[in-house]
C-alpha cells in the first residue's frame, strides 16, 4: 500500500492535502478498531477510570462534525447536536457511550468523512484563510486550514488512547 497525501480530483491542491491526512486517518481508525467485541468497544480500562473505545470514536465524530459545519459556515442543526452530542457532559467529561457497537459508530463517522469531502470539494485553496470561531465558548479562532488539519491530528491523538485500551484489555483476557 502506498502513503501518500495527494489530494482528490474535484479539490484544489492544499484542500486535497488537508482532506486526505482526515481521510488516511478515519481508515486507519477503522483498521485500528476492526474485530472488537462489545465488551472491549465498552471497555474503560483497568480500573473502569479512562474513556472507552466507543466514547472516544464518538468525541472524534462529535468534533469533526463540528468542523464540517464551521467549514460549510452554518451552524450545526439542532438535529445533529440531539443525535450525537453533547461535546461534554455535566462533570465536563466526555459522555458515557455503552452498548453501541464499532460498526455503528464507524458508519456514524464515515457519514461525517463523507459530508466533508463534498464539503472540502467546494473550497478554494484561498477559502482556507477564512477563519472561524470554536471552542466550547466559542472563545478560540482558527483558519479552516488548521481545522482541517485538527481533524485529523486529533483523531491521531485518540488513536493513541485506543491503541492502550486494546492492550490493556489484551492483557486482562490473558490473565
Request: hydrophobic share 35%.
Given at each position: ?5 495527494q ?5 484544489s491542491?492544499?484542500?486535497g ?7 488516511e486517518?478515519?481508515q486507519?481508525?477503522q483498521t ?5 467485541s462489545?465488551?472491549?468497544?465498552d471497555y ?9 473505545t466507543?466514547q472516544?470514536?464518538?468525541?472524534i465524530l462529535?468534533?469533526?462534525l463540528?468542523w ?10 439542532q438535529?445533529?447536536r440531539?443525535q450525537y452530542?453533547?461535546?461534554?457532559d ?5 459522555p ?5 457497537s464499532?460498526d455503528?459508530?464507524i458508519?456514524?463517522?464515515e457519514?461525517?468523512?463523507?459530508d ?13 484563510d477564512?477563519?472561524?470561531t470554536f471552542g466550547h465558548d466559542?472563545e ?6 488548521w481545522g482541517i488539519w485538527?481533524?485529523?491530528d486529533?483523531?491521531r491523538?485518540?488513536q493513541a488512547h485506543i491503541?492502550?485500551?486494546r492492550?490493556?484489555f489484551?492483557g486482562?483476557?490473558?490473565?
Amino acid at each position: 500500500m502506498l502513503h501518500d497525501l495527494q489530494g482528490q480530483a474535484k479539490m484544489s491542491p492544499v484542500v486535497g492535502m488537508l482532506y486526505s491526512a482526515v481521510r488516511e486517518n478515519s481508515q486507519r481508525l477503522q483498521t485500528i478498531t476492526e474485530g472488537m467485541s462489545q465488551e472491549e468497544v465498552d471497555y474503560k480500562g483497568p480500573d473502569h477510570n479512562f474513556n472507552s473505545t466507543a466514547q472516544l470514536i464518538k468525541h472524534i465524530l462529535y468534533v469533526d462534525l463540528n468542523w464540517v459545519y464551521r467549514i460549510k459556515g452554518i451552524p450545526l442543526p439542532q438535529s445533529l447536536r440531539e443525535q450525537y452530542g453533547p461535546m461534554l457532559d455535566e462533570n465536563n467529561n466526555l459522555p458515557m457511550v455503552s452498548g453501541v457497537s464499532r460498526d455503528t459508530l464507524i458508519s456514524q463517522y464515515e457519514g461525517v468523512i463523507t459530508d466533508l469531502k463534498e464539503t472540502c470539494e467546494q473550497l478554494t485553496d484561498a477559502d482556507l484563510d477564512c477563519v472561524v470561531t470554536f471552542g466550547h465558548d466559542h472563545e478560540k479562532q482558527a483558519t479552516l486550514r488548521w481545522g482541517i488539519w485538527h481533524m485529523a491530528d486529533h483523531n491521531r491523538y485518540h488513536q493513541a488512547h485506543i491503541n492502550q485500551l486494546r492492550k490493556w484489555f489484551k492483557g486482562k483476557e490473558l490473565k
